[in-house]
Structure formats: structure tokens, C-alpha cells
């Protein structure tokens, strides 16, 4: 994991990714008709709930969370594919939903860059790998000369392993880790400083993904890059992140500098993912076995939307949703328990002798 001295909070890093209170909610209402035939209300599912974080320049911020907990939706909203409903999303100073000319709109969105899941998926079979790689030069209007083009494709290809001469192949010509590769040499042919990478490996074997994940890492060294990585995998995030974000049904329940939330976890969803993982810092702390499965995004829990997972529960999770609070090393908990100090050694060591209620089980 990468040496971060300075908690996020504190950190005295200028930011080149700032996420201020960011929420989507989608429209999921039935057809009109219906609804005026059975007498329903609009339906609004909230993807992503009042979210806060930044990222200093050159730094990876890893977000983790099962599935469907709102990390792609998060991802799009900060690369502009989506319109936030609430809340603002700033590059280097300039907020993205207040960008008014096209000049620079393109010129944020030039240094800014998305890799998808599926590298299958995301390059388009028809086309040579040379045009695919091409084709953000061309719409940035970085070049308009074919032989530099050329040139400029060569290198890329080279910059992500791969050789000039793969150029004139087409995707399906290459293995899952070799089109992801494409896909990162596309995503940097416009020169961007910010990659947010939202599951890069995970349709990926185990041994590539170890590669593609190297890649990243010497990439962002050479280049200087800025990442915001999204993964359900704690453990493939944990030598990449400088800081990390945990959430849990739409909301950053955890964050801070990734160091600090891996050795000394403080909200029990976190220790929970921390215990579906080996204890990779050797702490020795006390674990939360994982249990339950999430609610459904469509009618959360009320308060604190883990209550119905947590050993810790009471009256006041049920009702009152946690707000942020600092933690002590510089990072930000959401959870009443941490607050209130009651989450001491003893308490946890007390609930895992406590045997799971028949509709905890998993
Ligand atoms: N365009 C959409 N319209 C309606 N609901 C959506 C839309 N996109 C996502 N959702 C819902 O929002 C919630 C969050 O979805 P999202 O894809 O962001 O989760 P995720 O954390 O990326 O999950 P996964 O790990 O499975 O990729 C889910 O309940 C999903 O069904
Ligand atoms: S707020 Fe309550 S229910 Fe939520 S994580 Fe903390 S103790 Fe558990
Ligand atoms: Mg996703």
C-alpha cells in the first residue's frame, strides 16, 4: 500500500476531485396509466445519498461495497455521464454542472477519462484497435495529421505493454487483460490527469488481474494520474489506495487514508468486508463474521440503513440517520454506536459470542 502520512481531512494535499454532498436519485415509477389506474405515487430509488469526498492530485481513492450499493452510479455522476440531483462535483476548482460553453466542457471532459468492467463490452468489435484508440484524439482535435496520429497510437499501445503492430488487430483478436489494456490506452489518449476505473479486473482471472492492477500502478507513477477506483473486492484495492471509501446503500458510511481504515476499521460494516478478507495488516483484532444480505435500494431501512446487519443496533440506528463525524485519524465514520463510544473491544467480543436470530443467517 502507498506511504500516505496525512489523513484525508487533515491532509494538506490540494484536491484535484472535490464530491460535495453528491446524490441521484432514479425515477422508477410505474407507466403513467398504471399509476393513475391504481392510485400509486411517483417512485424515486436514491442511489447515491448525500456522498462527500476528495482526491488529492496524483492519488488513488478506493471505493468498496456489494452490489448495488451505488458505486457505477457514483462513478458516472463524477465523469458527467449522469446529472446529479443534488450536490456538486468539482475539478480542479471548476464545478462540472456549472461549465456553460462547449470549449469548456470539452476541456474538462478531455481530462477526465472512465475504464469500464467489461472490456468486451466497452470497445466496439468492428473497428481496427488503431481507430478505437484514435477516435478521443480525433474528437478532442488533439491531432489531425494520420501519420503523427499513427505515431501517437503506437506509443500508447506500447505505454499499456502491447506493441504498435496490435494496432491493425481487432478486439476479439485479444485475451480479457489484452482489451483491458486497450481500453486504458483509449481512456489515456486524451492526455487526463483522472481515471475513475469502476471495476477494472473483475472479469478478469485472478493472474491478470494482478498484471492489469500493476499496470495501473506504474501508469500512474510514469503519468502522475489521479484515480478513483471502484471495486466490491477489498482486497484488490488494498496496495493500490492512498484513501478509501466504503458504502453501504448509497451513503460513504467509512473514509479516510486507506492505511487507517484497513489496520483500525471503525464502523462494523467495514470490519465486516475487513473480515471476509484475510487479516492483511496482521492487526488481530477481534472479527465480525459477514451476515444478511442488503436491502433492497427500493425501500431501505430507516436510520442507519445497515441496522437490520448490525450486531450493534438499537433504537436510535432504527430511527435516526448517523451524520458524519471525524474519527480519529483524520478520516469520517457515519454511525451512532462509534459516536456514542460504545463500540469498545469488550462489546464486539460480547456480540460475536451472541449466536446469529434465525433471519440473520446468511
Ligand atoms: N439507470 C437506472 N435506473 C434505475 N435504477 C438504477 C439505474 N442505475 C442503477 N440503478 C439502481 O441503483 C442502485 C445502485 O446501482 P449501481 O449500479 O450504481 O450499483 P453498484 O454498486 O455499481 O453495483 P454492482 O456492484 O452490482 O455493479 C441499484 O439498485 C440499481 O438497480
Ligand atoms: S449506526 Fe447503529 S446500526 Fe448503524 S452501524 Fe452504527 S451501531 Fe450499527
Ligand atoms: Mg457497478
Known amino acids: 500500500m ?14 484535484l476531485v472535490e464530491v460535495v454532498e453528491l446524490s441521484k436519485e432514479f425515477d422508477v415509477s410505474p407507466p403513467l396509466l398504471t399509476r393513475l389506474l391504481q392510485g400509486q405515487q411517483k417512485s ?14 496524483g492519488r488513488t481513492f478506493s471505493l468498496v461495497g456489494e452490489s448495488g450499493c451505488g458505486k457505477s452510479t457514483l462513478a458516472r455522476l463524477v465523469v458527467g455521464l449522469y446529472a446529479p440531483t443534488r450536490g456538486r462535483i468539482l475539478i480542479d476548482g471548476k464545478e462540472l454542472s456549472r461549465l456553460r460553453s462547449r470549449r469548456e466542457q470539452a476541456q474538462v471532459r ?76 483509449r481512456a489515456l489518449a486524451s492526455n487526463p490527469e483522472f481515471l475513475v476505473c469502476d471495476e477494472p479486473t473483475s472479469a478478469l482471472d485472478v493472474s491478470v488481474q494482478a498484471q492489469i492492477l500493476n499496470l495501473m500502478k506504474d ?48 464502523h462494523p460494516y467495514t470490519r465486516m468486508l475487513l473480515d471476509a478478507i484475510p487479516d492483511l495488516e496482521m492487526s488481530g483484532r477481534q472479527r465480525i463474521p459477514v451476515r444478511g444480505e442488503v436491502p433492497s435500494p427500493m425501500d431501505p431501512p430507516s436510520g442507519c440503513h445497515f441496522n437490520p446487519r448490525c450486531p450493534f443496533a438499537n ?31 469488550e462489546v464486539v467480543r460480547d456480540a460475536l459470542r451472541r449466536p446469529l436470530a434465525e433471519e440473520e443467517v446468511p
Open 219 to 266: 501508469l500512474q507513477r510514469e503519468l502522475g494520474l489521479t484515480y478513483l477506483f471502484i471495486s466490491h473486492d477489498l482486497a484488490v484495492v488494498y496496495h493500490l489506495s492512498d484513501y478509501l471509501g466504503v458504502m453501504y446503500l448509497g451513503r460513504v458510511v467509512e473514509w479516510g487514508a486507506a492505511r487507517n481504515v484497513f489496520a483500525n476499521p471503525q
Open 110 to 185: 478531455r481530462r477526465l477519462q472512465m475504464i469500464f468492467q467489461d472490456p468486451f463490452a466497452s470497445l466496439n468489435p468492428r473497428w481496427r484497435v488503431r481507430d478505437i484508440i484514435a477516435e478521443p484524439i480525433r474528437a478532442h482535435g488533439l491531432m489531425s495529421d494520420r501519420k503523427a496520429i499513427d505515431r501517437r497510437v503506437g506509443e500508447l499501445l506500447e505505454l499499456v505493454r502491447l506493441t504498435a503492430a496490435d494496432g491493425l488487430k481487432y478486439p476479439h483478436e485479444f485475451s480479457g487483460g489484452q482489451r483491458q489494456r486497450i481500453s486504458i490506452a
Open 315 to 345: 433504537e436510535r440506528c432504527r430511527a435516526e440517520i448517523p451524520m458524519p463525524i471525524p474519527t480519529v485519524h483524520g478520516g469520517e465514520v457515519r454511525c451512532h454506536a462509534v459516536e456514542e463510544g460504545r463500540l469498545t473491544e
Open 44 to 57: 424515486f430509488l436514491r442511489a447515491v445519498d448525500e456522498v462527500s469526498f476528495s482526491i488529492p492530485r
Open 2 to 15: 502507498a506511504d500516505v502520512a496525512p489523513a484525508v481531512l487533515g491532509s494538506q494535499e490540494e484536491a
